[in-house]
Nanobody, 117 residues
Framework: QVQLVESGGGLVQPGGSLRLSCAAS????????MAWYRQAPGKQRVLVAA???????NYADSVKGRFTISKDNAKNTLYLQMGSLRPEDTAVYYC???????????WGQGTQVTVSS
């Protein structure tokens, strides 16, 4: 069982930046793809950004050009660099890792990001 632990959330002013981290308890080489999702109050959880084992990246239209997903295989860590933050980016951000062959799907506990002046 792999554990994912997010960190780096907090309160930031509009226009500011944050970097989220997701530390895995085992090698992230086993994941076919990893992703960041977010869930705002009263709304469904939605995909923010994803990255495959080969490094291909995909972003939600709402964050393109502002957020960057990356990973450090040596540190078993996934990152989300967030810039030009807006109040509508306020949400709990979750880390996800998936293994296609087994159907295993892992989630972190979430980290709160609040964008407010």
């Amino acid at each position: 069982q792999v554990q994912l632990v997010e960190s780096g959330g907090g309160l930031v002013q509009p226009g500011g930046s944050l970097r989220l981290s997701c530390a895995a308890s085992a090698s992230i080489f086993s994941f076919d793809h990893m992703a960041w999702y977010r869930q705002a109050p009263g709304k469904q959880r939605v995909l923010v950004a994803a990255i495959t084992s080969g490094g291909w990246r995909n972003y939600a239209d709402s964050v393109k050009g502002r957020f960057t997903i990356s990973k450090d295989n040596a540190k078993n860590t996934l990152y989300l660099q967030m810039g030009s933050l807006r109040p509508e980016d306020t949400a709990v951000y979750y880390c996800n890792g998936a293994v296609d062959s087994s159907g295993d799907d892992y989630w972190g506990q979430g980290t709160q990001v609040t964008v407010s002046s």
